[in-house]
């Protein structure tokens, strides 16, 4: 089952002072759509590269407590990458749901909505490009 996380949750987990890559980790999926701001302490992993990143990732967060997913809108490369993470960590790591002690989420609302939220907060936005986000899109 998939488990989803709110931009406030994430927002609170990030300001608790919890440290980027050791108690969580925010992977970014974004391809191109990457240039205009990202989450502070996270790591862009693009979607058209994850396959061939999967193995190194899961390797090197095995400990990570909780791994969160995000593309623009959680829509499909988030969802698509936390499934595809989960199956690599069950199949390199030879846990199962009930013994894996990492929690996978992914991001409600992705990038677009964190950042039309929170892109104010530079402890919690960074990079972040007005003109990229002024399109009719947002």
Known sequence: MTSYITGDELAEIIRSGKIPKKDYLVVDVRDDDYAGGNI??????PSNEFLNNVDKLVKE?????L?????????????????????????????TDSTSSTKIFILRDGFTGFQSKFK????????????????DWN
């Open 40 to 45: 502070v302490g996270g790591l862009n992993v």
């Open 67 to 95: 791994v969160i997913f995000h593309c623009a809108l959680s829509q499909v490369r988030g969802p698509k990458a936390a499934r595809i993470y989960k199956e690599t960590r069950q199949n390199v790591l030879s846990e």
């Open 120 to 135: 104010d907060d530079a402890n919690l936005v960074e990079n972040w490009d007005k003109d990229v986000w002024a399109s």
């Open 61 to 65: 967060t095995k400990n990570v407590p």
